[in-house]
């Protein structure tokens, strides 16, 4: 008979401690959740509101993600944290609780950016820009999604010419998060020896970045399109050790690992709000979260939100141990993001007429959750890539 004990009995839980997650994580893993949650409900959930209708996050959060520690919190040396797979998790999780859009910046400078100079780059690209990248004293992005190449890639346009010893870059990048706040740019072009990475100091002459207006989706984050014309780069602005596709995928593999768990936390905070409205809300004389209807709703949520927890925190031990396959992650990016979005519309249902209005966080959060589904792969894609991983057959094309 097992001698461990039940937790104590409470009036109310919130969903998560329903789930017993805290149990799964490292104290080193708590206070790495709890310090980004205090930094989100102090700092950024007081103005999330008004740099969502407004259109922007503004370029000094940078800093204060450096001195938080989150900018490359899983990598090593400097000036990282060296911190898990699955703090890195939590820390997404908490910023996305947040906004999208805070985890956006976080995933594209931590995973894209600096994982592309840490993995790919020379001992003189990593100490030239790694250590201001943790810190926030600059910016990067990441530039593979062309106008007329999302989900395919491999059939991008961009093109690095050699031009004696120098390299000289044509093309042209869409939907590019950060690409205006950047001071560096990590473009993937075609060459003749096949798909190469490039570090482009984003005032290079003949660089331009270009905002995305009108979006209806992750506003409080900076969205652009990259010109490249003649953009000309000494040899030692390539990335030595990214030969072929591969190379931008395996940085894709770290921030969709992001999402797994950033996902859940936009998921969270529509649930929580939710929960907390229905119980103030008197309809036909009771409060709303009284009815059977309503907690059919909440449970049913509560139920995926800790399945979908429990799938983040798997992939992120095996990650932490012997390593994650690029499938694997492609399940839990899938089905978290897919469920995610699915309560976040649940939730905004609960909150009638005063849901459509940013004083409430779900109908933001699913807004920005489109874009979740979409950037880092969509989610046909991460179907397909399931598919070929039973199957042993590629349906791409
Ligand atoms: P395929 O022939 O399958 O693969 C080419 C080579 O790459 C290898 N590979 C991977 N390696 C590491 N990680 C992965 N996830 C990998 N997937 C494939 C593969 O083994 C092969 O290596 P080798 O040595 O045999 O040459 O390539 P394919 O052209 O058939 O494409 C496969 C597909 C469709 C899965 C891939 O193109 C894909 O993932 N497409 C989706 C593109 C995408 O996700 N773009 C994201 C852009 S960045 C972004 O959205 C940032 S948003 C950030 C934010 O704001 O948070
Ligand atoms: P498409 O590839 O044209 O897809 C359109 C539809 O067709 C989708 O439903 C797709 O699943 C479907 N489809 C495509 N191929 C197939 C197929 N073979 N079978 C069945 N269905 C298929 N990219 C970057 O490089 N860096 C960034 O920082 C970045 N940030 C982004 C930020 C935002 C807010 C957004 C919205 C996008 C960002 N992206 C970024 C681009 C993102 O990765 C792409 O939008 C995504 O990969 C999809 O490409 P696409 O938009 O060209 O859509």
Redesign the pocket.
């Not at 190449?149 to 395919?152: L, V």
């Not at 990048?173 to 950060?178: A, E, L, R």
């Not at 979409?374 to 894609?381: D, N, V, W």
């Given at each position: 008979m097992s001698t461990t004990t039940a937790p104590p009995k409470k009036d109310t839980y919130s969903p998560l401690e329903l789930f017993g997650i805290d149990r799964l994580l490292g104290e080193d893993e708590r206070d790495i959740a709890a310090t980004v949650r205090k930094f989100v409900d102090t700092r950024l959930r007081p103005n999330v509101e008004d740099w969502f209708e407004s259109a922007t996050l503004p370029r000094e959060l940078a800093k204060e993600f450096g001195d938080l520690g989150v900018l490359g919190m899983h990598l090593q040396g400097y000036g990282c944290a060296g911190t898990n797979a699955v703090s890195y998790g939590l820390a997404c999780l908490e910023l996305e609780a947040g906004d999208s859009g805070f985890r956006?910046f976080v995933s594209?400078q931590g995973s894209?950016s600096m994982f592309s100079i840490y993995r790919y780059g020379s001992e003189e690209h990593k100490s030239e820009w790694l250590p201001r990248l943790a810190a926030g004293d600059a910016i990067g992005?990441?530039?593979?999604?062309e106008p007329d190449?999302?989900?395919?890639p491999a059939g991008m346009r961009t093109r690095a010419r050699r031009d004696g010893s120098d390299w000289v870059l044509n093309g042209t990048?869409?939907?590019?998060?950060?690409g205006n706040l950047a001071d560096v740019a990590t473009v993937w072009a075609q060459t003749d020896d096949g798909i190469a990475g490039f570090l482009v100091p984003t005032n290079t002459p003949g660089f331009a970045a270009n905002a995305i207006h009108k979006?209806l989706?992750?506003r409080a984050?900076v969205?652009s399109e990259l010109v490249l014309d003649n953009v000309r780069l000494p040899a030692s602005a390539q990335l030595p050790l990214a030969e072929g596709l591969g190379a931008p995928l395996s940085c894709l593999n770290e921030a969709r690992f992001g999402i797994v768990f950033g996902s859940l936390g936009a998921a969270r905070d529509s649930l929580e709000t939710t929960i907390a409205y229905t119980q103030a809300r008197e309809v036909f004389d009771r409060p709303l979260s009284s009815y059977q209807l309503t907690q059919e709703k909440l449970a049913n949520m509560t139920v995926e939100l800790g399945k979908g927890m429990l799938l983040a925190i798997h992939l992120g031990r095996m990650k932490d141990a012997e390593g994650v396959r690029p499938e694997q992650i492609s399940l839990g990016k899938l089905n978290n993001v897919r469920e995610a979005l699915a309560i976040a519309r649940e939730c905004r249902t609960l909150l009638g007429g005063s849901g459509i209005t940013l004083e409430y966080s779900p109908l933001r959060h699913a807004n920005n959750l489109e874009?979740v589904l979409?950037?880092?792969?969509?989610?046909?894609?991460h179907l397909?890539s399931i598919g070929k991983a039973l199957t042993g057959q590629a349906a791409?094309?």
């Open positions: 956006s594209v894209l992005c990441f530039g593979l999604t190449f999302g989900s395919n990048k869409m939907w590019i998060t950060n979006k989706s992750l984050s969205t874009s979409t950037y880092e792969g969509t989610s046909e894609m397909l791409f094309r």
